[in-house]
């Protein structure tokens, strides 16, 4: 019974390691159709720093994009990745001074 109790305490601590990042846990505020969101902010309110990441459907169910990248500040910066389901990159592209500078796809 013990050793039952331990691994579902395993079990739950690895599965918020897993998910701590994701858009879900946050406030984010997204542009109409953009796949990244322009600001994250903690449930409490604050401006996120740290990786985030997400998946967006854009109305296609069958056409998701996971994507992942880095926030300070609670803006996007820096570079981020769009996935394939088999979770290859399938673009890159990244922001500098709130600005999207885009992969050849037009991801964001």
């Avoid at 599965?15 to 953009?34: I, L």
């Avoid at 322009?38 to 169910?61: A, C, D, L, N």
């Avoid at 609670?74 to 500078?101: A, M």
Wanted: glycine share 12%; charged share 25%; no cysteine.
């Amino acid at each position: 019974m013990i050793l039952a109790i331990v691994l579902i305490g395993f079990l739950i601590d690895d599965y918020q390691d897993q998910t701590r990042g994701h858009v879900s846990r946050f406030n984010a505020s997204f542009k109409e159709n953009a796949v990244v969101p322009y600001f994250v902010r903690k449930k409490g309110g604050s401006p996120y720093s740290g990786v985030v990441y997400g998946t967006y459907f854009g109305g296609r169910f069958l056409d998701p994009k996971e994507w992942k990248g880095t926030f300070i500040n609670g803006e996007p910066v820096g570079e981020f990745k769009h996935f394939d389901l088999d979770g290859r990159i399938k673009s890159q592209w990244s922001f500098d001074n709130k600005t999207s500078i885009l992969s050849p796809d037009k991801i964001p």
